[in-house]
Structures are given as C-alpha cells and as structure tokens.
C-alpha cells in the first residue's frame, strides 16, 4: 500500500477525532493540560507492543528520540490551550496551514528534499486551501483580523494566538524529527521510542501538586456520565489508530507531502463542524455566513486540486 493511501487513510480518521477533541475540551474535560496528559499517555499505550518491536537504537538516538517525542507532547498542550479559546474549524486550519509550511522548510534545509513541477504545486494547492478561510478584510489591520479570525477578540486572550503558533512549530519539529528517526531505525521500534518520550514529557505535569489536583479532579469530573467515557476512550482510540497510519506514512514517504496532506484533514473538518453546527448546535456551535461558506468550499476546491496535482 503507498504512502499515500496510508495518509489519506490517516487524515479521515484524524477529522473526526479532532471533531471530538473539541467536543471533549468543551463539554467534558476542559483543562488542556488534563487532555494533554491523557493524549499523551494514551498515545504511549503502544509501549506495551515493546516486548516484540522495540530495539535498543544507542544512546545518542535514545535522546533523540524522546526529544521529539517531547515535541509532540509541546504540540499537543499548545493546540488544546488555543482550543480553549478559538472556534475548532479556525484554529485547526490556522495549525493546519502553518505546519506544513515548517516542516517544508525544516525539511528542505535538513533533508535537502527536492521536489518536481507538481509536487510544489500540490503543496502550494494543499497549503493555500488549509489557509484560504484565513483571508483577511481590507478594512481592519492584520493582526485585528488574525484575532477576528482565531475568534481572540479579547487582547487578554493574545496568548492564544501566540499557543496556535507555537503548536504549529512544534509539530513541524515533530515531523522532521520523526523522519529522521524512521530513517535510522525500524518504524515500530522508533515509534515506541518516541511515544515514550511523549509519555515521559506530560509525566512532567503530573510534579506539581495543584497540576496532579486540576488534572484527576477535572478527568474525574468530566467522565461521571458513562457515556462521556466512551467518547473520551473512543476519541482516544482512534486518535492512536489515525497517528500510527500518519507516522507510517511518513516513514514510507516525503514528511513534506505528508505534512501538506494535512489539509485534507482539515477540509474534512471544517465539512463536519458546518454539519454539526446545522443540524446539532447544542453539541457544537460555530460562527456561519455566506461568506464563511464560500471560503470554506473553496478551501476544498483548492485541497482537491493538490490532492490531484500530488496524484499525476
């Protein structure tokens, strides 16, 4: 199976998870840091395949891989914290359109990549689509509309735009760095490596006594419904599933074209809240216009053209 398959395969299933990951922040587990330190350990749960996979790398690529196992851990606190602030559809694309552009450059200048004609035009397409919602008015300064766009219109809620940003590199960071590990060692073995050293950065939140206190109080609370459990387990589940088909594809592929598929995640998600905000507003409730939705569907038109483009 190609890696673009794979992919693709990863980016559907990781919509809906991010569908539900806004969902959980809001109605069930609110803190980031709480949902930050369950991704991660659940993410981690993959550890138990070690007895079969796992292979000592040295001690050099031991650090390296829980260095960008770290990166991940940063990615995912920095994405929750901005969560807790902005409309999910806007936010994931604003991440969405920034990491690929990173990991193209974090790439380029670490792997030396070199792309054809019709790769730099599917990125292009790829990248313009996952940012086009972004497009900003004539009538305000830019950061005005960034802050409109991320739905931040507080100044006191500017650390949320800086959150979105800092996720975004970290991610990138994540990419390249897991490339580079998929490059020197087997794809289970450096995938557990590094899902420990995700495990063992979010283990960092649990020093602190008010940390350990806000994160089992707020799990605690947030799964009292039987069914808040299933979704929190499911979402998690999945999340794995579509994180382990992503990584796979990484280590088959290019982590720039993979990276840039990204926005056909986030397409998918913007489908989906458009959806949900219709038909089921008391779940999921987000800002819709004429003009949101024809930014929105030309957003796909552009993802379907690097879709096509990454095809030829």
């Known amino acids: 199976m190609s890696w673009l398959v794979i992919a693709i395969s990863a980016y559907l299933i990781l919509a809906f998870v991010n569908l539900a990951d806004k969902f959980v922040i809001e109605k069930v587990i609110p803190g980031p840091k709480t949902y930050t330190f369950l991704v991660g350990a659940a993410g981690a749960m993959v ?40 409309e999910a559809s806007r936010v994931f694309t604003l991440v969405g359109g920034l990491v690929p552009i990173f990991t193209v450059l974090f790439s380029v200048y670490v792997f030396k990549e070199i792309f054809s004609f019709y790769q730099w035009l599917a990125i292009a397409f790829l990248i313009g689509g996952t940012i086009v919602i972004s497009s900003i008015s004539i ?3 830019i950061w005005f509309n960034i802050r409109r766009f991320l739905g931040f219109f507080d100044e006191n809620k500017w650390p949320a735009f800086l959150a979105t940003i800092f996720s975004a590199l970290f991610f990138a960071l994540y990419w390249v760095g897991s ?8 794809f289970m073995s450096g995938f557990i490596w590094v899902r420990l050293g995700t495990l063992l950065t979010v283990s960092f939140l649990l020093f602190r006594k008010s940390s350990r206190r806000e994160i089992f109080s707020e799990f605690k609370n947030g799964n009292k419904k039987k069914s808040n459990k299933f979704i929190v387990l499911g979402t998690q589940g999945f999340g794995a599933l579509g994180g382990i088909l992503q990584n796979y594809a990484v280590s088959l592929g290019s982590v720039s074209l993979v990276a840039s598929l990204q926005g056909l995640q986030y397409a998918l998600l913007l489908v989906l809240v458009t959806i949900v905000t219709f038909f089921y507003p008391h779940i999921l409730k987000e800002e819709y216009s004429r003009k949101t939705a024809i930014k929105k569907v030309a957003s796909v038109i552009l993802i379907g053209l690097g879709l096509y483009f990454l095809v030829i």
Do not use: C, I, M
Request: glycine share 10%; aromatic share 24%; charged share 10%.
């Open 139 to 141: 009538h305000h300064n």
């Open 47 to 86: 550890v138990l395949a070690a007895p079969w996979f796992l292979v000592w790398p040295g001690l050099a690529l031991f650090f390296f891989n829980l260095l960008v196992g770290s990166f991940f851990a940063g990615g995912l606190f920095f994405l929750f914290s901005a969560l807790k602030r902005g």
């Open 179 to 186: 490339k580079e590990v998929y490059n020197t060692q087997d």
